[in-house]
């Protein structure tokens, strides 16, 4: 199969031709690129799993272009799915909700809740609105890191989808939150830019299951994401990370640092790559980054970011990057 890139904005007709066809379609989201399906039909989700080589058992997220679409993909709709829905979407998270029937089983890995997430990207949700709710996953090959760009995404799919829409970088960098309202006490399963703080003040009590999940309540938080395909630990502090660097490279390795520019006069003339400046900066710019370093570089040290909200939804995700290797 072809794959052929067009601007996501010139693109959405044709997507959503494909999409009511059954075929896959890649659109950009303001979290990260999403590998798209028309939710409703099966065999069409079930390519999903084919092109990512995707775990049959990792569900998959309901994207809607409006809230009132839930209605068609869950049932028994809980009050604190509104108070949620009137505060953060369209925005960044996905809330799990009891599954409604019209949704094929394949969907939801067998499961009887399914995720709904209403993007905040305009452009994701014409497409959406053009075409069906959307079943997908982030556009990546199972395990790799999550593309936020439509070159990341060809890297990865090129030749198992028709048609990547062009959006450019992501703005957010990380994926969404995910929100489980089934549960007695609401839970986060996957920290995001809507933060667990965000979400207590609107909640009361959230749960947080913290940075070691052990039991899998999100299927997903058991396989390894994000990993690439060299070496790469986290450092705890500059000092760290540039004894690494250097024992890396006296032993005749490639290293570099993945670090906020801020510690740019520190680094000397030693291999970095720039996050940027503040932490929503960072979160954007981390899976460029190590997409770009792991092509470039044979290990890659990652800044650790110590505080809460963002910062600990980030290093959720870079923590998993290293394997939870520290130095
Ligand atoms: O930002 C995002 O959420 C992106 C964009 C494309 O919207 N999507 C995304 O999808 O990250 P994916 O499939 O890569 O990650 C979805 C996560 C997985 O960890 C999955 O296990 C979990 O959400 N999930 C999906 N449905 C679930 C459910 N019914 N119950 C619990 N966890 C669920
Ligand atoms: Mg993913």
């Known amino acids: 199969m072809k794959t052929e890139i067009i601007d996501a904005k010139l693109g ?10 059954g075929e896959l379609v890649v659109f950009p989201t303001e979290t990260v690129y999403g590998l798209g399906a028309d939710a409703f039909n099966e065999e069409a989700v079930k390519k999903i799993f084919i ?30 799915f509104y108070k949620v829905a009137e505060k953060f979407m369209p925005g960044p998270i996905s809330v799990v909700l009891k599954k409604g029937d019209k949704v094929p089983s394949v ?6 809740t399914v995720a709904v997430r209403m993007p905040l990207s305009p452009i994701a949700r014409e497409f ?7 079943a997908a996953p982030s556009a990546n090959k199972s395990k790799h890191i999550s593309p936020t760009t439509a070159q990341h995404v060809y890297d990865d799919l090129n030749g198992e989808v028709a048609l990547i829409l062009d959006g450019g970088s992501c703005m957010v960098g990380i ?33 947080e299951k913290g940075k070691v999940i052990k039991i899998a309540k999100s ?3 058991k396989y390894t994401h994000y990993a690439p395909k060299v070496h790469t630990v986290v450092a705890v502090s500059l000092e760290n990370a540039i004894a690494e660097y250097d024992k890396c490279k006296s032993e005749g390795g490639k290293p570099v640092l993945v670090y906020r520019g801020i510690y740019g006069d520190k680094i000397e003339d030693r291999n970095l790559i720039d996050l940027g ?16 370093a792991e092509e470039k570089y044979d290990e890659i040290i990652i800044e650790e970011l110590h505080g809460k909200g963002m910062e600990f939804s980030v290093m959720n995700r870079v923590y998993k990057s290293a394997g939870n290797k520290l130095v």
């Open 12 to 21: 959405i007709e044709k997507g959503a031709t494909l999409i009511k066809n």
């Open 51 to 80: 092109a990512k080589g995707r775990p049959q058992d990792n569900p998959l997220i309901v994207h809607i272009s409006s809230v009132e679409q839930v209605m068609d993909i869950a049932r028994d709709i809980p009050d604190t």
């Open 107 to 112: 969907v939801t890995a067998g499961g009887d």
């Open 128 to 134: 959406i609105a053009h075409s069906r709710p959307l």
């Open 175 to 207: 994926e969404s939150t995910v929100l489980d309202l089934t549960t007695d006490t609401p839970t986060v399963l996957r920290p995001g830019a809507v933060t667990v703080e965000m979400l207590a003040e609107v909640l009361g009590e959230v749960e």
């Open 219 to 221: 299927p997903g938080m």
């Open 277 to 292: 400046r503040t932490t929503e900066d960072y979160a954007r710019n981390i899976y460029s980054a190590l997409r770009d």
